[in-house]
């Protein structure tokens, strides 16, 4: 017993190569808010997020991970919509042991049916580049690769992708197992000496992640003022006082 949990503790504290935000799925208004729970293979545990809009063509979001890994924020911005189509920017930071920087372009689809209308289900994919400025091993990685995603119902949604490390590995290598490094790739370290995966490990650039919807709060909008109606009738003259004053003699 005192094993397994041992294990697990080290687990907790040493695991998570990277992680990556969870960006909103459809375009938020200012002071909207949505929030749930996401699993990823990048941490052990789920880990909390939440998204609020801030005007109507940026929104943030924070995420809280167990005990840490897993948490950042980050921040999106709307650059183009079209009907169903918009095109956005997210800047995110991470906390894990490999912690790193993304910057994601992201393009969006919603499914609309042509007869009535419709919205349905949204798709989207991105090219993302990762930057690890010291990771577990002391050491930086600068990664770029692509990702896709969808949310086909209201309370659930995934997203893939995989960022690579061309300095580190040739891309022919990816799925050679077991791997050794040659020639330029030989002074990189895939692993540590616990075992974990490095910040140049193909195994770092992987992400999988299944979102999972609470909620979503629209902003409550706002009554406009009442204002008096405007006529074209002049102004009416103030009556005159009538009284007559007498004078004394």
């Given at each position: ?5 041992s ?6 504290i ?21 929030y ?25 979001g ?92 209201s ?34 370290d ?49 009556e ?10």
């Amino acid at each position: 017993m005192v094993r397994v949990a041992s294990t697990l503790l080290i687990c907790i504290i040493l695991n998570g190569c990277a992680s990556h935000p969870r960006v909103s799925s459809q375009r938020m208004a200012e002071g909207d808010v949505e929030y749930g729970y996401a699993f990823s293979v990048e941490n052990v545990f789920p880990y909390l997020w939440y998204r609020k809009g801030i005007s109507k063509r940026s929104d943030i979001g924070v995420r809280v991970g167990l005990p840490i890994y897993g948490s950042g924020l980050d921040y999106s911005r709307l650059l183009y919509e079209k009907e169903n189509k918009w095109d956005m920017l997210n800047l995110a930071w991470s906390l894990n042991p490999n912690y790193n920087y993304d910057f994601t372009y992201y393009k969006f689809r919603q499914r609309q049916n042509k007869k009535t209308g419709a919205l349905g289900g949204t798709a989207w994919t991105g090219i993302r580049f990762m930057y690890i400025p010291k990771g577990i091993s002391d050491k930086t990685s600068a990664r770029i690769g692509f990702l896709f995603g969808g949310k086909p119902g209201s309370k659930l949604s995934y997203e893939i992708g995989y960022f690579h490390d061309f300095s580190s590995m040739d891309i022919d290598s990816v799925f050679s197992y077991p791997y050794a490094g040659v020639d330029r790739f030989s002074e990189f370290d895939h692993t540590t000496k616990f075992g974990l995966p490095s910040e140049h490990s193909r195994h770092t650039g992987f992400s999988l992640q299944v979102f999972f919807n609470l909620g979503y709060r629209r902003a409550k909008k706002k009554e406009p003022e009442a204002v008096a109606p405007q006529t074209d009738r002049l102004p009416v003259p103030a009556e005159r006082d009538s009284t007559v004053l007498s004078l004394p003699r």
